[in-house]
């Protein structure tokens, strides 16, 4: 019990500093240059749903990683990176600019900007309630079937706690996640 009470409510890893400090060193050319790169890949990734069926849909969700990573930077440079992407996004695939702006790209500015100040539990949680949010404004309110035949657009209890339920659980996949390339990017700036 007292192992996962650690790992949920004890001090988040040092890696998310490690990186957050790295990039703050650089001067606002080179962070602003880096928040465009991370745009453009999150763009490219979010639009592979619409350009390649299928498989696309595999490789869309990873959109998340970008955002993320600019998040831990800053907020301001994760707003950056979200906006900028979805201004990419109506150019290459006007398509996903209703999905992106509720879902991956808010998954992963409230998990980047979350990081740094929370413990595992707390960002999860907050990362997961934003997710929850922007599914059920696509579903309720914008009547977009962002679930598919899965769930209609009439208001329904079980289908919100089962959002809320998967949602918590995706937010906490996307941590995971995110702590682990931050390992790998923070192996590669200590060793440069």
Known sequence: MKVIFKYWFGRMSKDTTIYSNY??????????????????IAAILQSAGGLMPGVGYLISPL?????VLASLISARTGILTYLTT?????????????????????????LGTTLTSYNKFSSVLISSVVLLTGISVL?????FPVLGPMAS???NYNV???IGIFSFVYAWFWL???????????SVIIHS
Do not use: C, D, H
């Open 23 to 40: 990039f703050n060193s650089f001067n606002k050319t080179k962070v602003i240059i880096f928040s465009a790169q991370l745009s453009v």
């Open 63 to 67: 959109t998340t990683l970008p955002i």
């Open 86 to 110: 979805f201004f990419l996004l109506v150019v290459l695939q006007p398509s996903e600019t209703t999905i992106f702006p509720f879902t991956t790209g808010m998954l992963g500015l409230a």
């Open 139 to 143: 579903l309720y309110i914008l009547q």
């Open 153 to 155: 657009s009439t208001f």
């Open 160 to 162: 919100v706690v089962f």
């Open 176 to 186: 995971e996640i995110s702590l682990f390339v931050l390992r790998k990017i923070n």
